[in-house]
């Protein structure tokens, strides 16, 4: 039976890289079922801090700077009514992360996580909970690759879970009668634009 002196050193020798990362993947694990907008965003906040800890202490800064620009997107998107004033700094975030990956640049990771930073920033700005799961299911394919290249472990699983989640969510939030899972329509900024056909 495991002693309590070896579980207390089990515990000491787990890295801080490590338990951020674990916890990251547990909110991470929440949000793509949820049905509301605001909580979607607030635990999409919580995931990114902590991944962005968890990056940083791997040392892949590109990455950590992204989820920086992720928790100020998702902060703004959630307090601010204003559209006007939100798109503004959505707009200034995506300028200094993509200043911060040219400062940080380190070939393909550096570009992966930005172009997955892109994608998600687009998908904490639509208004339908199913065009923010396209949209995020879009940036794991980034994201992805960025954590392979890098070695995170705990990314890999968050996006395996994310991934996985995210399908049972555009599944459940599929509109009845349409083609796979109904054509969202997505916003940038104050343009819309409808995927697929007008009338399915």
């Known amino acids: 039976m495991l002693s309590l002196t070896m579980v207390l050193h089990a515990l000491t020798a787990v890295s801080p890289a490590t338990v951020a990362g674990a916890a990251a993947v547990l909110a991470n694990c929440c949000w793509p079922l949820q049905r509301n907008r605001r909580i979607i965003l607030a635990l999409q906040c919580a995931g990114s801090t902590l991944f ?8 892949a800064p590109t990455a950590a700077a992204m989820c920086a620009v992720a928790v100020l997107q998702g902060a703004s998107a959630v ?3 204003g559209r006007v004033l939100r798109i503004s700094i959505f707009a200034a975030t995506i300028v200094a992360g993509v200043a911060t990956t040219v400062a ?5 990771p550096s570009l992966c996580a930005q172009t997955g930073s892109l994608l998600t920033a687009t ?3 639509q208004r339908q909970p199913q065009a923010i799961r396209w949209c995020f299911l879009a940036a794991e394919v980034f994201w992805v690759s960025h954590n ?3 070695g995170s472990v705990w990314g890999l699983t968050s996006d395996t879970l994310s991934v996985t989640l995210l399908l049972i969510g555009l599944w459940r939030g599929r509109v009845r009668g ?3 899972f109904g054509w969202p329509t997505f916003r940038l900024g104050a343009l819309r634009l409808r995927t697929g056909a007008q009338n399915a």
């Open 148 to 150: 392979l290249m890098v």
């Open 178 to 180: 349409a083609r796979l």
């Open 79 to 81: 307090l601010i009514s």
């Open 123 to 125: 998908g904490r700005l």
């Open 52 to 59: 962005g800890l968890h990056y940083l202490l791997l040392g």
């Open 104 to 108: 940080t640049f380190s070939g393909l």
